[in-house]
């Protein structure tokens, strides 16, 4: 079931319709979302709130980015180290 959530984002509130168990997500992301566009905001290089909004989205597209690429450099490792694992217990089974 969803529930109306209100949500406030640099000082402006917002409803948003989400299921009733996706609710502290989506108030932990607009809490970060917030966060995002204050320091952007605070760095008084970019007016106007649309203008905050759309550096704040490409600083977390960014983060997102990187942090996709640091997952597949870690799912890399785990699949060498699963196969070597492998190797090791044939070795073993072997001798």
């Known amino acids: 079931m969803t529930e109306a959530?209100?949500?406030?984002?640099?000082?402006q509130d917002f409803t948003v319709a989400c299921p009733e168990?996706?609710?502290n997500e989506l108030l932990q992301s607009a809490d970060y979302v917030d966060r995002k566009m204050r320091e952007v905001?605070?760095?008084g290089n970019v007016v106007g709130t649309d203008r905050v909004?759309?550096?704040a989205a490409l600083n977390?597209?960014?983060?997102?980015l990187a942090a996709q690429a640091e997952n597949e450099k870690i799912a890399d490792v785990r699949d060498r180290l699963a196969?070597?694992?492998?190797?090791?217990?044939?070795?073993?089974d072997g001798s």
């Open 60 to 64: 977390i597209a960014h983060e997102l």
């Open 83 to 92: 196969r070597l694992d492998a190797r090791i217990a044939e070795a073993m």
């Open 21 to 23: 168990d996706a609710k």
């Open 41 to 43: 905001r605070k760095g």
């Open 5 to 11: 959530v209100k949500v406030r984002i640099l000082d």
């Open 53 to 55: 909004a759309v550096m």
